[in-house]
């Protein structure tokens, strides 16, 4: 997989904050050398986050978000503004946007309390330098002068950014637990909600990754797993599975071989596998009346048997045997408050970056609300989510 192809979670998010007007597309487009974004005198341009991936060295693949002004007016203003205001949730680096004529406004000054207490790496640039006779030398750590229109203190603004730490931590999914030729049967069921022609992200991530600790992937369909075994001139260091078929295959690998799940794996990778874990045995606390949030990191078209909205109420159902209330939401949507819940169970975070994911884990945290992930859930309903967590624990 090249830079290129790196996927949005995979990227360093970089977000372009601020008033209407003090050129932040301008900004965005001195910045990445494109015209990404619309430049134009009238206030509240830009209306919608604006979201390109390129590469920025030494940081590598990152993801530069331009986003609406913060002081936004009227009904739709504040759509807009909400909007802006939620991309803090991934954000990696923050470049808060000023007028070098204007300075820090009560809207900035709160804007980066937020971006303070989240403890997101942040540059106050203070644009239009040029228009006021202003040398471009430091202002500090996290203030420098920079005019887009003229382009003079870009370079230096890039260094800055390639400098700052952003805190993302680089895990692997399952690579480092292998050994050069080792061999791993990967179950990747073909059912009518896989996509055509390709793997999902997890299950593409997870080949990359066996294939750079030089180990040997085997992919095959549950309806041939035992075949794949026995076909097999010696045992498999590893079976990793799709959390749809976590029962039919836990009954077919014995129990000498290490079996786990894509979306365990996911877990792992992000940083709240035990808080997964956790979260997942409080299903069995839950009472009737309860509400359970299922979220999924990405919208998809719905199908008949789809595993957030159908499958996973259903075993769920089936497994605490209480009448229970489930909600849903998907892509960016996620509640600010999670005080109503009892329990939220998350897809595997596979299109989501890591601060994002934590960032919703906070959440739940703050309202003491425990929180989980769909494969990591199934395998506690299906009895096997010790055995599932073995291969994975020091």
């Not at 106050?124 to 330098?129: D, L, S």
């Not at 079996?259 to 979260?279: D, P, V, Y």
């Not at 009737?288 to 999924?296: A, F, K, M, R, Y």
Request: charged share 25%.
């Amino acid at each position: 997989m090249s830079l290129n192809d790196t996927p949005l979670s995979g990227r360093i998010h970089i977000a372009f904050l601020g008033r209407r007007n003090v050129g932040k597309s301008s900004l965005v487009n001195a910045v990445t050398g494109q015209s990404l974004s619309i430049v134009s005198n009238v206030k509240g341009t830009t209306t919608d986050p604006v979201y390109k991936s390129m590469e920025l060295l030494p940081l590598g693949p990152v993801v530069i978000i331009d986003t609406p002004g913060i002081d936004d007016e009227g009904e739709l203003g504040a759509q807009r503004v909400k909007k802006a205001r939620q991309v803090l949730a991934k954000t990696d680096i923050a470049i808060l946007v000023t007028d070098e004529f204007e300075g820090l406004a009560p809207q900035d000054e709160e804007l980066l309390g937020m971006i303070r207490e989240r403890e997101i790496p942040y540059i106050v640039v203070r644009n239009k330098a040029d228009l006021v006779n202003q040398p471009y030398a430091p202002l500090g750590d996290e203030e420098m002068r920079v005019s887009a229109n003229t382009s003079q203190g870009i370079e230096n603004l890039k260094r800055r950014l390639c400098g700052l730490n952003t805190g993302v931590t680089a895990r692997r999914l399952v690579g480092d637990l292998l050994l050069p030729g080792d061999i791993v049967i990967l179950v990747t069921p073909i059912d009518g909600a896989a996509p055509k022609d390709r793997l999902i992200l997890p299950q593409q991530q997870t080949i990359r990754d066996i294939l750079d600790a030089n180990a040997i992937a085997v992919i095959s369909k549950e309806t041939e797993l035992a075949h794949s075994l026995d076909a097999l001139a010696k045992e498999p260091r590893m079976v990793i599975t799709d959390s749809q078929v976590f029962e039919r295959v836990a009954d077919e690998v014995p129990q000498d071989i290490p079996l786990t799940s894509f979306s365990i794996l996911m877990a792992r990778r992000k940083g709240f596998l035990e808080t997964a874990a956790a979260g997942a045995r409080t299903l069995d606390n839950l009472h009737d009346g309860d509400v359970v949030l299922i979220s999924e990191g990405c919208t998809h078209h719905r199908q008949c048997e789809d595993i957030g909205t159908v499958k996973l109420p259903g075993w769920i159902r089936k497994h605490t045997e209480k009448k229970l209330v489930f909600q849903h939401t998907s892509g960016g949507e996620f509640p600010e408050s999670l005080r109503n819940y009892s329990l939220v169970v998350h897809c595997g975070g596979c299109m989501l970056n890591e601060r994002e994911i934590h960032h919703r884990i906070a959440l739940a945290r703050d309202a003491n609300v425990p929180f989980t992930n769909y494969g990591i859930a199934i395998a506690h309903m299906k009895g096997i989510l010790e055995r599932a967590l073995k291969p994975l624990l020091p």
